[in-house]
């Protein structure tokens, strides 16, 4: 009995070793989309991105987030801006004003409050796209906060977003002619294991009522609708695990809040990046979480669990042999 609880408990440890390998391969690997070598690629503090001067905004925005990032602390900028990196010049706060839309973040500011430059830079206009304030300041920042609750869970994610513009939009505002997209992605993958996984996402530019989890789609699903090849670095059986098929039981969920008290707080969230209202700090309330799986066991990776079973089996055995 005791040799094949040892060979059990050596299996498991072969296989902590192979995912450890698996997540050190990407560590420091930056996982970009693939690009031209003719498009407008910056790199800010916390985030690369393409922009697309037909649209004045990004075509994607790539970014690595950890769970040690979210724990940052540093406070909202608000200093929306002009990016100079853009050599042909990006839109402006002005372009947004009296509009009736939100200058929307790509990469939100509250996945930057790890750094202060990272937050400013956050807040660069190459960054924003124009989005209904029902949809910034509802499900799109449910989703966000979504997911830096799972770079908590996962230590760390590769995230691509931005607008669909294959697309025909629904028009373009102020004098630098922002386009207004029809609907918005976002991808995520995580590669550092234990389980290699990916999850991706389509929202329409509008009010939202379904819960976020009805918006996923697998990663191939969004590069149809985009055009985007999202993690061309990744080993082809990798990519293939990742973008192939979506599997929503491996991703934790919160229970969806549909009251109208729920959602009249999450509307009054955000209210300093509609146009027009350039004062004050805008405060981004953390939501509440609420899975199994944060509580007890739950918390653990299942070969955590494994090998204090294998250990506690082995140490029964012991003391019936004495």
């Known amino acids: 009995m005791v040799k094949p609880l040892c060979v059990y408990a050596t299996a498991i440890g072969l296989l902590t070793v192979t995912v450890a390998w698996g997540a050190d391969r990407y560590r420091d690997v930056k996982l970009l989309p693939t690009y031209s070598p003719t498009e407008t690629l910056v790199e800010h503090a916390g985030y690369t991105l393409s922009y697309s001067e037909k649209d004045e905004q990004a075509f994607w925005v790539a970014y690595e ?22 050599s042909s010049g ?15 973040h790509l990469a939100p500011a509250a996945d930057m409050e790890w750094s202060k430059q990272a937050m400013s830079e956050s807040f660069y206009m190459s960054n ?3 989005q209904k304030p029902d949809l910034n300041r509802g499900r799109w920042k449910d989703l966000e906060e979504q997911v ?35 609907s918005y992605y976002k991808v995520i993958a995580d590669v550092t294991g234990p389980g290699i996984k990916g999850i991706g996402f389509l929202m329409p530019n509008a009010a939202l009522k379904n819960p976020v989890s009805s918006y996923a789609v697998s990663i191939d699903r969004v590069e149809e609708v985009t055009g985007l090849d999202f993690f061309p670095r990744l080993d082809d059986r990798i990519e293939q695990s990742v973008e192939g098929a979506v599997d929503l039981a491996a991703w934790s969920w919160p229970r969806e809040k549909t009251t109208e008290r729920g959602e009249r707080r999450r509307t009054g969230e955000r209210s300093r990046e509609r146009t027009g209202n350039t004062g004050g700090r805008a405060q981004e309330g953390a939501t509440e979480r609420e899975t199994a799986s944060e509580t007890g066991w739950g918390r653990l990776p299942w070969w955590t669990i494994a090998a204090v079973c294998a250990l506690i089996l082995l140490r029964l055995l012991r003391k019936k042999r004495r």
Do not use: C, H
């Open 128 to 130: 924003m796209s124009p």
């Open 90 to 104: 990006s839109a402006r706060p002005d372009d947004y004003q009296g509009t009736g839309y939100d200058r929307g």
């Open 65 to 86: 987030l950890t769970g040690q990032e979210t724990r940052g602390r540093q406070r909202r900028s608000d200093d929306f801006r002009e990016d100079i990196a853009i």
């Open 148 to 182: 830096r609750q799972w770079a908590q869970e996962n230590d760390a994610l590769y995230i691509v977003v931005g607008p669909v513009l294959k697309e025909k939009p629904l028009g373009t505002i102020g004098k630098n002619r922002v386009t207004v997209p029809a």
